[in-house]
Structures are given as structure tokens and as C-alpha cells.
């Protein structure tokens, strides 16, 4: 299972970082992600990282976000930088492989 946490209320220009927490199993051998919906709008990719440590980000966040993991944690974690109005919603850890979603975090900036 995945838990997410980290979001809250931050004004633009101001930093987050969110964790996800998997337990039941070591994931190190999978892909996980981060992906995110906001009001009235679908769900949509923000970063993914290999078992490796490859990563990639969404257009609209490269350069302010980072994604990362801890394997010997079995955690991953998005750094979100420079936060903008547009990034408010709820974020969701994902792990592709096996299907799972986190319940999701809420991020809301101010402007």
C-alpha cells in the first residue's frame, strides 16, 4: 500500500516536499510516480523514477520539481520548488506495475 503526505497550504514561490510510503513489500525493484489532479480537472503525470533512479517530469513543473527515492526506505519523494497557483490539487503516488494509488495529498498555494 502507498501512503502520501507532505501537502498543505503554501504561499507561491514557497516550497513543499511531498513523501510516499510503501509497505506490505519492498517496491525497489518497481517504477513509482507522482501524478496529480486538480479541481475540475483529470488526473494528470507529473514525474515517474525507475528502479534505477531514471527520472522524468511533466513540462509544467520541469526545473522547480524533483522526484526522488529511498529504496532501503521504500519511499519516494517529490521536492516542489517555486510553487505556482496552478500547482494546487491532489497528489497522488502511483506505483504502475502493480496498479496502486495513494490516497493523495492536498497542495494548495496561494497567490
Known amino acids: 500500500q502507498l501512503q502520501a503526505s507532505g501537502g498543505g497550504l503554501v504561499q507561491a514561490g514557497g516550497s513543499l516536499r511531498l513523501s510516499c510510503a510503501a509497505s506490505?513489500?519492498?517496491?525497489?525493484?518497481?517504477?513509482m510516480g507522482w501524478y496529480r489532479q486538480a479541481p475540475g480537472k483529470q488526473r494528470e503525470f507529473v514525474a515517474p523514477?525507475?528502479?534505477?533512479?531514471?527520472?522524468n517530469v511533466a513540462s509544467s513543473v520541469k526545473g522547480r520539481f524533483t522526484i526522488s527515492r529511498v529504496n532501503a526506505q521504500n519511499t519516494v519523494y517529490l521536492q516542489m520548488n517555486s510553487l505556482k497557483p496552478e500547482d494546487t490539487a491532489v497528489y497522488y503516488c502511483?506505483?504502475?506495475?502493480?496498479?496502486?494509488w495513494g490516497q493523495g495529498t492536498l497542495v494548495t498555494v496561494s497567490s
Open positions: 502511483h506505483l504502475p506495475g502493480f496498479g496502486i
Open positions: 506490505g513489500r519492498s517496491f525497489s525493484d518497481n517504477a
Open positions: 523514477i525507475t528502479s534505477g533512479g531514471i527520472i
